[in-house]
């Protein structure tokens, strides 16, 4: 199974990295925009994205993905990773298409348990 991880800060992306590089296939993205171009060629399993990034956020990036009909991952499911626990920003990214949102630090075995229901695993 392979994973599209997408955070700006390289110490999140690492943690994401090595909690999952056993039992997943893991690329990573530095920024919204950079998302969007791997997200046009590659097919993902499962999209792990944060929520602020400079030049386009994470829920920017969502709603381009799920709006392109020509994205191969306009379907594929996208858990937010984020340390915002506001109300506002929770909504604005399920309503961008978001499928489920954790608020950072991240839990290892709460994230697992997210994968393996999104993943069937």
Sequence with gaps: MKILVVDDNPINLKFLFYSLRNDYEIEMASGGDEALSLTQGTKYDLILMDLWMPLIDGAET???????????????PIIFCTTSN?????????TFGANDYLIKPIQV?????KLEYYLGN
Excluded: P, V, Y
């Design 62 to 76: 969502t709603r381009q993905i799920r709006s392109l009909g020509s994205n191969a991952n306009n379907q594929t």
């Design 109 to 113: 075995n709460l994230l697992k348990e």
């Design 86 to 94: 506001d109300d506002e920003d929770k909504r604005r990214c399920l």
